[in-house]
């Protein structure tokens, strides 16, 4: 089984920019399509974007289109959520997890969660 680890969370400022990372130390998941999720206090959980495993395919929800971008660099096992124009709505503990194929859809996730890494917006 897979574990994934996200990093990169911490504090943002609105309109301000986070970078948020997942990675499976010792793992080559190259060839596994990831998905970001997050989850709000009193939320249920969500899909964010998705990134197939040549990251030649991705798939955002329409919340996040045009202000988040996810890409991957393989060689370092390793796949980026760039967050941007942050809002109090983006405020939520994001999560990654290995997900089924997708096209034209949110993926589904298909691994266990990890732990998450809390995005925080406040000035």
């Known amino acids: 089984q897979v574990q994934l680890g996200e990093a990169g969370g911490g504090l943002g400022q609105p309109r301000g920019s986070l970078r948020l990372s997942c990675a499976a130390p010792?793992?080559?998941?190259?060839?596994?399509?990831i998905g970001w999720f997050r989850q709000a206090p009193g939320e249920e959980r969500e899909g964010v974007s998705c990134?197939?495993?040549?990251?030649?395919?991705?798939y955002y929800a329409d919340s996040v289109k045009g202000r988040f971008t996810t890409t991957r660099e393989n060689d370092k096992n390793t796949v980026y959520l760039q967050i941007n124009s942050l809002t109090q709505e983006d405020a939520a503990v994001y999560y990654c997890?290995?997900?089924?194929?997708?096209?034209?859809?949110?993926?589904?996730?298909?691994?266990?969660w990890g732990q998450g890494t809390q995005v925080t917006v406040s000035s």
């Open positions: 997890a290995k997900v089924m194929p997708f096209i034209g859809r949110m993926c589904a996730p298909t691994s266990s």
């Open positions: 010792g793992f080559t998941f190259d060839y596994l399509g």
């Open positions: 990134i197939s495993s040549s990251a030649g395919i991705t």
